[in-house]
């Protein structure tokens, strides 16, 4: 049996970089051969996931939720059992599926937990995405932000960025269906939700990787609002972040179904797991049982 080790050494605080001998020992008690691998970039790791599907029994990447991201582009259509080892900002991944955010843990998952066949995203038929497709001012944030800060605020980073750069919500068309319901609105802000955590917040607590279902949130907003309503798309987005899925506000919609289609701005741009993905429409299905993945033995997913 052959594993394959990949990990980002940006990611995180240099974690990974510092336990490489202890992960290596670990996976090594359970694999005949560990190849212990940094990627470069992530182009790097896609290309790395892409050949290692075809030589390794199994591999096992460290990273955040932009490096999941990646490895979902470099798999495609390949089938590979995969482990994680969360080492990310936010790490909404870990969080909807309850694998712990140690390498200890990670690594205790990997060893004793069990494997799960887990629903991904597939956008225009080309991109994938495991938990979020997000579009608006505040959701760039998570690329944007310098590798640096992250190391050093963490999870604030992304707040003072947003404070920064990205306090102007901007208002942009939203013209679709999800689940047979068409919709026809503006708004600032738009989430096709396929985990349970957005942000490091439990958003969507009831939802489940296996259930072939998307929940999609729109934040609704005049097309030229005053003052007060551009404060209200604020206080909606807080209240959504806090309360979840049973939020009870008219300006905000959510839609749950196995395809989500959205007409808007051809310059808008979508955020895939964290990272920079599309631009204008998008078409987004489930992927019934795509991923396969080590999650805790006991843990409901």
Avoid at 209 to 214: E, K, N, Y
Avoid at 230 to 256: E, N, P
Wanted: glycine share 10%; proline share 3%; net charge positive.
């Amino acid at each position: 049996m052959k594993c394959l080790f990949l990990y980002n050494p940006n990611s995180g605080k240099g974690v990974v970089r510092r336990k490489l001998k202890y992960i290596g020992k670990r996976l090594g008690s359970a694999y005949e051969t560990v190849d212990i691998v940094a990627t470069s970039s992530a182009n790097d790791m896609e290309t790395r996931v892409r050949e290692g599907a075809l030589k390794y029994d199994l591999i096992v990447f460290s990273g955040g939720d932009g490096t999941f991201n990646n490895v979902l582009q470099g798999l495609g259509d390949q089938d590979v059992q995969l482990g994680y080892l969360p080492t990310g900002t936010a790490n909404d991944v870990a969080r909807s599926l309850g694998i712990p955010r140690s390498v200890r843990g990670a690594l205790d998952v990997i060893l004793k937990g069990r494997s799960e066949r887990l629903d991904c995203m597939r956008i225009n038929g080309a991109r994938y995405a495991m938990y979020v497709a997000a579009a608006g001012s505040l959701t760039c944030v998570t690329y944007q932000t310098p590798q640096n800060q992250k190391k050093v605020l963490g999870w604030f980073a992304y707040f003072f960025r947003g404070l920064a750069k990205n306090m102007k919500l901007e208002v942009f068309p939203l013209e679709g269906e999800c689940g047979g319901k068409q919709f026809a609105t503006d708004g600032v802000l738009a989430f096709v939700l396929n985990g349970r955590s957005l942000a490091g917040f439990p958003v969507n607590k009831d939802a489940s990787m296996q259930d072939g279902t998307l929940e999609l949130v729109l934040i609704k907003q005049a097309k030229r609002p005053n003052f007060f309503q551009k404060i209200g798309a604020y206080f909606s987005l807080v209240t959504f972040m806090v309360v979840g899925m049973k939020v009870k506000k008219k300006d905000i919609d959510i839609m749950r179904g196995a395809h989500v289609r959205i007409h808007t701005n051809r310059e808008l741009v979508w955020d895939f797991d964290g990272e920079e993905g599309l631009e204008g429409d998008i078409d987004v299905e489930v992927l019934r049982n795509r991923v396969k993945l080590f999650v805790p033995r006991k843990k409901k997913i």
